[in-house]
């Protein structure tokens, strides 16, 4: 595999040609977000892309003119009963003359689809890219969308909840970790998304005696330790140097950036801590040149739809030797005053409009270190880690953007 | 808009250099989407020599709505067999923009070499009916105009506008079966009576067969491409664009999106010889020959095009698989690939493909 340090590793060629190729450094210079809320029965699915695509341009202080290509993600077409919609949201998006990709890559479709726009700008095939990823869950009902019918899978699960819980069992298990972790991250990511506007969940009354009360869903997850359903949208403009320098406003920088996927079910499969993950993660360190994540990232925005998958992935990502995970959640590390900031949007566990979902986990860490991130800013951050995953724990995608220009 | 940075002459030289697809049936009830592409998959990284584990990106097209199920895309990675794990993404519309991404992560210097993939079961539902669902969601789909009927307005709008006529329409049709007697994986060929009409003016004849099948191309740049097989087919340009999605907005006799991406590709700088159009009905060739400049000189769709086998979400790929496959053996010097997505070509991509020497 090859993004950054190693180019192709997986044949071998001769090195010569490839050393004249430099990628151009992208730099995002404007983000939108709509409030996510569980229906927005106000506006159409144009009119919900539209809204969070004209915030990241004002942010960026451009016009429609000023974009030369959309890309757009979401998940299932399901979802929403429209076939494509990215072929009738062109006009919504300003995209008419304009190329229009749309992505999807599961629920972490949201990162890849950010990836795919900032290739284009990195390859210098467009200077100023506009991405977008949307769910509108209150036009179907998501956890059927999700359900299979026979012939695909037996009627075995409902929902995704019905899927992962039995790996957050496994992990349990595995780690010894204590029943109440999860809802130390469920009670903290809800308080965060106190502090976030466009956070789904403002709930003021939270206490985690509430979250361990809530009624079991799927043992051992909760209620209140699964995410919402939500309608949203997030929007960032992703430029290049030039682009950069005329930015009203701080740039996030993009250091690294991957997608890496395995098959959904195989004899060997660790679904507590996929091997997909894992060398995601790698990419994106080696290429952004860090040694030490646990040290030298400042805050991180992952995806967790069930409160374990915090210390699930913090473990899978290298923030902590396996069977560690629960023990940086449990002491109060990945509070939003901790040392390791995990989710301080609130997360997918505050807001979740699934094909969204991970390009806000994008969008924030590109807040984060553009020191624009409102109340829930964790100070002086540098270095932000965005991370998505989707399917049945094999697709990921994950960039770390900082504040300054990688070097070139 | 701003300008394209760089002049396209900078760019990393990227060529096809493996082209595999499926014999398209009617119905393949009897196999899983990835048994379908096991063996494309198999047959074009044999061509180049590779193993799944060493093509740096994959990228495949494909959609749900034609499969029927959420996430249809994840069971067909089977085939790949991406394990240890890959970088790996997907579209969800024709394989021909999953060429785009991948051609795109190659441009940026990461990669070395890529597999694209897509497939279509078409078979699997009305596919007339779930091509309705593809519209506007709150005008025009509530009343279910379907493909054909869509097609069948564009038709009668370049005959109302003097483009063509249905004499002409069933020449372009009986071209394409005649020149699918020539290519094994067609589904239809030979001699094809016109047929009763579909929706008036387009008959059986002008309409694309419900097909199944997948595709797959293996993309490498530079010296990797040239290494991997004899003759490289070099992508020179490639370019998409949409237009708008109401056809009540649109000039359906023009196709200004293709016109566009030809500009942005390159395609008329100098002529081409040969073009694989990505036209389901037979109208919809013409409306392409006009918006790219295609004169009687030029070889349209040699291997039968989409009326010949229509694997839909494939079909796209497969153009330029064919056009690829045509400079590769020395039938063209400089061939045309064009796909198209959405209603009456709402969106279009045009690739130009070389042999060497440039």
Redesign the interface.
């Known amino acids: 595999?090859?993004?950054?340090g190693a180019?192709?590793s997986?044949?071998p060629?001769?090195g010569?040609?490839?050393a004249a190729?430099?990628?151009?450094p992208v730099a995002v210079v404007g983000i939108g977000q709509t409030r996510h809320v569980a229906a927005r029965r106000d506006v159409?699915?144009a009119g919900l892309v539209r809204e969070a695509a004209r915030r990241a341009l004002d942010d960026a202080e451009l016009s429609w003119?000023?974009?030369?290509a959309v890309v757009i993600g979401k998940a299932?077409?399901?979802?929403?009963?429209?076939?494509?919609?990215?072929?009738?949201?062109?006009?919504a998006l300003g995209?008419?003359?304009?190329?229009?990709?749309?992505?999807?890559?599961?629920g972490s479709v949201g990162g890849?689809t950010a990836?795919?726009a900032a290739?284009?700008v990195?390859?210098?095939?467009?200077?100023?890219v506009l991405t977008l990823a949307f769910e509108k869950q209150s036009e179907s009902n998501a956890m059927w969308?999700?359900s299979?019918?026979v012939p695909?899978q037996q009627p075995l699960l409902a929902g995704a909840g019905g899927f992962f819980a039995p790996h957050v069992r496994a992990y349990m298990r595995r780690t010894g970790a204590p029943a109440t972790v999860g809802s130390l991250v469920a009670y903290k990511d809800r308080r965060n998304a106190l502090k976030n506007p466009y956070a789904h969940l403002h709930e003021h009354d939270i206490t985690l005696e509430k979250v361990q009360a809530s009624p079991m869903l799927w043992d051992p997850v909760r209620y209140s330790e699964t995410c919402p359903s939500s309608d949203g949208a997030c929007a960032m403009v992703l430029t290049?140097r030039a682009g950069a320098r005329r930015a009203p406003r701080p740039a996030a920088w993009m250091h690294g950036g991957?997608?890496?996927?395995?098959?959904?079910l195989?004899a060997g499969k660790d679904f507590v801590s996929?091997?997909?993950g894992k060398?995601?993660a790698a990419?994106v360190y080696r290429q952004a040149g860090v040694a030490d994540p646990r040290r030298e990232i400042d805050v991180v925005e992952m995806y967790v739809p069930f409160s374990w998958y915090e210390p699930m992935w913090l473990e899978n990502l290298g923030f902590a030797a396996p069977g560690e995970g629960w023990k940086l959640t449990e002491s109060g590390v990945t509070e939003l005053d901790g040392d390791l900031p995990v989710n301080p949007s609130g997360g997918v566990l505050s807001a979740n409009p699934i094909g969204a979902s991970g390009m806000i986990r994008f969008a924030e860490a590109a807040l984060q270190v553009r020191g624009q991130a409102g109340e829930h800013q964790v100070p002086g951050a540098r270095r932000a880690l965005g991370h998505a995953y989707g399917?049945?724990s094999?697709?990921f995608s994950m960039w770390l953007v900082g504040a300054e220009p990688p070097a070139t | 808009m701003s300008a394209t940075p760089g002049p396209a002459a900078e760019r990393r030289e990227v060529a096809v250099v493996a082209f595999a697809q499926s014999d398209h049936a009617r119905d393949t009830a009897e196999v899983s989407e990835a048994e379908l592409l096991l063996p494309v998959l198999q047959d074009a990284l044999g061509q180049a020599g590779l193993r799944a584990g060493e093509i740096d990106f994959t990228c495949s097209g494909s959609s749900d709505y034609l499969a029927g199920r959420a996430f249809s895309f994840t069971m067909a990675l089977d085939s790949v067999g991406a394990w240890p794990p890959i970088a790996e993404s997907h579209v969800e519309t024709d394989g021909a923009w999953a060429l785009y991404e991948a051609w795109v992560k190659l441009l940026t210097g990461t990669a070395e070499t890529a597999l694209v993939y897509a497939y279509g079961k078409s078979s699997s539902g009305a596919v007339r009916d779930v091509l309705t669902r593809q519209l506007d969601p709150y005008y025009l789909a509530p009343l279910w105009p379907d493909s054909v009927s869509l097609a069948a307005l564009q038709a009668q709008a370049l005959i109302d506008a003097g483009d063509t006529d249905e004499a002409a329409l069933a020449g372009i049709a009986a071209r394409a079966r005649a020149d699918a007697a020539a290519n094994p994986h067609a589904r239809h060929s030979g001699p094809v009576p016109p047929g009763e009409y579909v929706v008036r003016p387009l008959r059986t004849a002008d309409c694309p067969p419900v097909t199944d099948g997948a595709a797959a191309v293996v993309l490498a740049a530079g010296d990797t491409a040239r290494r991997l097989c004899d003759r490289p087919a070099w992508i020179r340009g490639m370019d998409h664009r949409v237009e708008a999605h109401a056809l009540g907005v649109r000039d359906l006799t023009d196709s200004p999106s293709t016109r566009l991406a030809a500009e942005r590709a390159g395609a008329f700088e100098q002529p081409v010889d040969s073009a694989e159009l990505h036209a389901p009905f037979t109208a919809q060739e013409v409306v392409l020959r006009k918006a790219l400049r295609l004169d009687d000189r030029v070889r349209i769709n040699p291997s039968g095009g989409a009326l010949a086998a229509n694997p839909m979400m494939a079909t796209g790929l497969i153009r330029i698989g064919e056009a690829a496959q045509a400079v590769r053996r020395g039938a063209s010097r400089r061939a045309l690939a064009h796909a198209t997505s959405g209603p009456c070509l709402q969106q279009n991509l045009v690739a130009v493909l070389e042999g060497e020497p440039r």
């Open positions: 595999m090859s993004e950054g180019p192709g997986g044949t060629r001769p010569a040609s490839r190729v430099s990628k151009e159409s699915l003119q000023d974009i030369d299932p077409d399901f979802f929403e009963g429209v076939m494509m919609p990215e072929l009738y949201l062109a006009d995209a008419v003359g304009k190329p229009i990709l749309r992505v999807h890559t599961a890849s990836l795919v290739d284009l990195a390859a210098r095939v467009h200077r100023t969308g999700l299979l019918p695909f290049d991957a997608m890496r996927s395995e098959p959904t195989f996929p091997q997909a060398d995601c990419a399917g049945g094999q697709f």
